[in-house]
T-cell receptor, first 114, second 113 residues
Framework: AQTVTQSQPEMSVQEAETVTLSCTYD???????LFWYKQPPSRQMILVIR??????QNATENRFSVNFQKAAKSFSLKISDSQLGDAAMYFC???????????FGAGTRLTVKP | KAGVTQTPRYLIKTRGQQVTLSCSPI?????VSWYQQTPGQGLQFLFE???????NKGNFPGRFSGRQFSNSRSEMNVSTLELGDSALYLC????????????FGPGTRLTVT
């Protein structure tokens, strides 16, 4: 079974600063994907970044990057130069290869202070 | 390309009633998944449909069912509603069963009174 744990219910960051959101997961699969999704107050979930487990290189998307530690089963999200629009719930998720039973963490509510 | 659409956006039902929610995937996407989001349980996978067939199912009672039409549109049905069914129901589509990137709709907020 897959489980995803986000141990930080809430985080806050000053505008223009950097923040890291934590995520750990547990899976017995060898092929899987990891994701960070953002859910702003309007509720629509948006994919922020994804990581294929077989890739050693950490994924990066503009101001968003991950620190993927496969042995430790850790997948943290770093947001650089935080902007007011980054305020949202952030969900970490895992997906087994060729399966669509995506498992989500409980989420981290990020507040960005001006 | 239009995104995933869900109708209705808000719904209020009475305990014991049934409800049907609709999801239209992104054009060309053949896989549709449904999720339930509640403050207590978080996001939970309900089921996935691909080419009109249910491919995966989460751990929900039989009161939750769904179907997919030939145009990939999907409906989710909940019978004999309970107060605990109050939730945001999210639909997500992806290109095909092998694709891992899925796109979410805005959700349907169901309130059961």
């Amino acid at each position: 079974a897959q489980t995803v744990t986000q141990s930080q219910p809430e985080m806050s960051v000053q505008e223009a600063e950097t923040v890291t959101l934590s995520c750990t997961y547990d899976t017995s699969e060898s092929d899987y994907y990891l994701f960070w999704y953002k859910q702003p107050p309007s509720r629509q979930m948006i994919l922020v970044i994804r990581q294929e487990a077989y890739k050693q290189q950490n994924a990066t998307e503009n101001r968003f990057s991950v620190n993927f530690q496969k042995a430790a089963k850790s997948f943290s999200l770093k947001i650089s130069d935080s902007q007011l629009g980054d305020a949202a719930m952030y969900f970490c998720a895992s997906l087994r290869y060729n399966n669509n039973d995506m498992r989500f963490g409980a989420g981290t509510r990020l507040t960005v202070k001006p | 390309k239009a995104g995933v659409t869900q109708t209705p956006r808000y719904l209020i039902k009475t305990r014991g009633q049934q409800v049907t929610l609709s999801c239209s995937p992104i054009s060309g996407h053949r896989s549709v998944s449904w999720y339930q989001q509640t403050p207590g349980q978080g996001l939970q996978f309900l089921f996935e449909y691909f080419s009109e067939t249910q491919r995966n199912k989460g751990n929900f009672p039989g009161r939750f069912s769904g179907r997919q039409f030939s145009n990939s549109r999907s409906e989710m049905n909940v019978s004999t509603l309970e107060l605990g069914d109050s939730a945001l129901y999210l639909c997500a589509s992806r290109l095909d069963q092998g694709a891992y990137e899925q796109y979410f709709g805005p959700g349907t907020r169901l309130t059961v009174t």
